[in-house]
């Protein structure tokens, strides 16, 4: 597996690109920095909010498979326990939004605290 970095435009906005999910996250706060990545058909968000650290993996073809979570979580999220990380997944986000995400397969979300903090 490969996780590779896209590069973004800068006027590229997040909440553009994956907006359900990020209206259940963060609703109208900040957001520090972004990156995203790929890993094949997956892609990768990489969000620090001040307050944590999520790493959101979308998939518009297939459902996400464990090993590239744990191979994300530990290419992102170095040193950090995965037992120390929450996660959501996307019937939580529809059932909390009200609203069903169609252009996704799959969607997971890992939530980890900030180690600058």
Known sequence: MKLIEVPVKVNASLRKMIPNTIAYLYGDSAIRYFRKY???????HYVDNFDHLDVILT????????????????????????????????????????????S?????IIE?????E
């Open 38 to 44: 790929s890993l094949g058909n997956t892609s990768v």
């Open 59 to 102: 998939n518009s073809n297939r459902r996400i498979r464990e090993d590239e979570i744990k191979f994300v979580c530990e290419r992102l999220l170095p040193g950090q326990p995965i037992s120390e990380t929450t996660r959501f997944s996307k019937d939580e986000i529809e059932a909390a939004r009200h609203h069903k995400i169609r």
């Open 112 to 116: 980890a605290p900030n180690p600058a």
């Open 104 to 108: 996704m397969k799959d969607i997971v």
